[in-house]
Each structure stands twice: as structure tokens, then as C-alpha cells.
């Protein structure tokens, strides 16, 4: 039997310490009070900034090699060029609504809760009976005609947009703007089955023969139908939340329908329309900013309020003209409290305000 031998000795290499390890007091960039790779508007990062900023990519922040991906017909990724406006830096937008993935589910849960509450509570109390002729005729067709507009504008022109944008802020806020429409327009079909189903003379299906051939209507229809032949995104984006929106959607919605409705035995299409005027305040909110910080951008501002001279040069009389076109529906109500002249002057105060928050000058066209 042979002896046992001697045990092998293993050799292990000594422990170093570098100071980066688990729990260490003092580490690498210990010291700095800064841990974003991005700078923040306030002292810190948000939620909403980090679920956005920088999420896409851009060559000129972090993609040193340039697109790694491309279109077939030349350019890469998200291309500057698809639209005619400037910016010294895209990234500083910020949406004042800080929306993103967690509240658009939140906050259009909260308004179709509201809108589905409404609307069961009118069908349980027999709200409709109470509504005279002319106010349910002017209902059948023209809050029914508005409602083409709305879903046209969120299929064609923010659906159509919502990843135009060089940066991911914009495009979320865009994408948020077109989840309203869509879901308000939504609103809207939904009120117009009710009626047709709970009163027996109300004509479902009135609206569509209104929107393609009622004469009031056919200048609106026709600037919807052009806005979404505009192939520059932030040209769409001013013409149709800024313009559009200010002399033709808000006169609508605002102006007349949630003045005129209670008069006449109505508090269930006040509910319904306010949905719609506090999406278009939210979306007026980041909207503004886009065009504040490209107005006031050192290197491109002044290119670009003549851009945006020109711009409102082809469409606010186009916006006024459509406007105008609608005014014989002021008078279809039985209790007229507001008259399309009172309408029509609030509507342009209100769009001279937005212009001046955004630093633009004000349109002759808009005083005559």
C-alpha cells in the first residue's frame, strides 16, 4: 500500500481592491450629483422624461455611425428633412402633459368611464324625451357631420404623423393627440346609436348625407380632405391644431354647442363635446410649446415665423371661409343664446392668443 501523498497546493490570486466595488464609500463618479445622460428640465428627471427622452435614436447624439437602418427611397431613421421647419436642438421639446404609454391608458379610461356614466343614466332617466325638434334635428346632423371631421383628422392626420418627428417627445405627444381624436370621435358614433335607438324619429344615419352634401358643411369638408394631403409634419401639425382647430373646431365645438345646449333642454352633449374640448386643450398645451421653442430658437426663429407667416397665409382664410360657410346653423336651434357673430369674434380672440404665445404675428387676414 503506498503512502499518501501530500496534498496539492492551489494557487489563487489575491484579492485587489479598486474601490468600485458593492458598498464601497467612494466610487467612480461618487462625487457627481449628476446620474442622467440627459439634462432635465427641473433638478430632476421626471418619469415621463425617462420613459422618452432618447428613447429614438438620433446619429447626432448617440449613433456615431450614423442610421443603421434606412428607407427605400434614401433616407434613414428619422430624417430632419420631412419637414421645412428648424431647430438648433429637437430634444429640448417637452410635452407640459408629460404623456406617455401609462397615461394615455389612464386618462382616456377616466373619460370613457365618464362618457359610458353619461350616457347610461340619460337612457335610464329618459333624458331625450324632454328635447325638442329642432335641437334634435340639428343634432342628427350636425354634431353627427362634426364627427367625420374628427375621425378624419385621427386616422389621416395624427395617426398618419405620430413617428414623423426627429425625437420620441414629439412623436408620443402626436401619438396621444391621435388616440384623443380617435377615441372622441368614437364618443360620438356611440351618442348618435343611443339617440337612434331611444328616439323614434331620430335619423342615424342623417350625418352621412350631410357631410358629403350639405352646402355648410362642404367647405369644412374640403379642408379636412386637404389637410391630409400636407406631406410636411410640422406643417400639418401647426395648420390643423393651431388654425383649423382655433377658427373652425373650437368655433364648432365650443363656441355653439356648449352654448346653445342647455338652452334647449340638453345636458348630456355638453358632457360629451367637453371631452372633446379638454383633449384639444391638452393637446393646444404641447403644441404650443413645439412652436414657442421653434420660434424662439436662436439660430432658426426668425426662418421660422416666416415660415409660419406663410403657412397661415394659404390656410386661415381657408379656416375663415369654412367658418363662415357654417353660420346658417346658428339659427337651427329653437333657443338661439348666441349669436354666430358673438361665436366668431371669441373664436378669433382665442386664436390671436395662441398666436401670441407662440410669438407669431397676427394674420391681416384675421381683421377683416
Known sequence: MSAPTAP?????????????????????????????????VKKRATMYEDVTVDVQPDPDRYLTQGWIYGFGDGPGGYPKEW??????DWHAFRDPNEEWDQTIYRNNSAVVHQVELCLTNAKRAHAYSGWNRPWLN????????????????????????????????????????????????????????DLDDEVADFDGSAHI???????????????????TAIGDWCK???????????LVGSLFRSELVMQVAARNGDYITPTIVGTGEHDYARDLAYTRNLFRMLSRDDEHGEANKALFAEWMAEWVPRCLDAANALQPIWSQPAEK????ATSMDAAKAKFAEVLESIEVEIPKELNK
Open 236 to 246: 400639418l401639425l401647426f395648420v390643423t391644431n393651431i388654425v383649423f382647430e382655433q
Open 8 to 40: 496539492k497546493e492551489r494557487s489563487f490570486p489575491s484579492i485587489e481592491f479598486t474601490d468600485a466595488e458593492a458598498g464601497a464609500l467612494d466610487f467612480p463618479s461618487s462625487k457627481s450629483r449628476k446620474y442622467s445622460y440627459f439634462e432635465p
Open 337 to 340: 343664446s348666441v349669436t354666430f
Open 138 to 193: 340639428f343634432i342628427e346632423r350636425n354634431l353627427g357631420a362634426w364627427m367625420h371631421a374628427e375621425n378624419g383628422m385621427a386616422l389621416h392626420v395624427f395617426t398618419s404623423i405620430q413617428r414623423s418627428g426627429p425625437v420620441n417627445m414629439i412623436n408620443t405627444a402626436v401619438a396621444v393627440n391621435a388616440a384623443h381624436k380617435m377615441r372622441f370621435a368614437q364618443d360620438l358614433a356611440l351618442f348618435n346609436l
Open 209 to 227: 348625407d350631410v357631410w358629403r352634401n350639405a352646402p355648410e358643411w362642404q367647405p369644412t369638408r374640403e379642408a379636412v380632405e386637404r389637410l
Open 83 to 88: 419637414t421645412t421647419a428648424q431647430s438648433s
